[in-house]
């Protein structure tokens, strides 16, 4: 199965993502969007698949969004969209994409929902958390 990973590798919940992926058995095409970038096509696409609009997939914390005067609930969709084109960190990671469908994986545990098969459990996040246990089901996250 063919899994895009919109991934941000400083980020803690977007490293989780990652490995539970790879963990599962899936090799991913991942897409440091930091350095690539977002086209406003490919983030249409995106928020519309994951039932996101500009404003639900904004990185309201350890982004410029305060101080760019994003957080003002007046403030357009489009020029939402448009900050994120000019800022991909405003863009809430990550973003898993594949033949399940699209999620913005936050908590970690949501990629789970996408994936057919997954890690064997017990299985524990980055910080310890119990994501699988023994008998493989689903623990809150």
Wanted: charged share 25%.
């Amino acid at each position: 199965m063919d899994i895009v990973i919109h991934h941000n590798p400083a980020c803690g919940t977007s490293r989780n993502v990652l490995k539970i992926i790879r963990d599962a058995g899936y090799d991913p095409v991942v897409v440091e969007y930091l350095e690539t970038g977002w086209t406003r096509p490919q983030l249409q696409a995106l928020f519309a698949a994951a039932n996101l609009t500009p404003r639900s997939a904004l990185r309201t914390t350890k982004s410029p969004a305060e101080e760019l005067g994003l957080l003002d609930p007046e403030v357009p969709e489009a020029d939402l969209l448009d900050a994120m084109l000019d800022h991909p960190v405003l863009v809430n990671r990550p973003i898993v994409a594949c033949r399940t469908g699209v999620r913005l994986c936050r908590p970690s545990g949501k990629v789970l929902d996408l994936l057919p098969h997954w890690p064997e459990g017990p299985y524990y996040k980055e910080d310890g958390t119990l994501l699988i246990d023994e008998t493989g089901k689903r623990h809150a996250d």
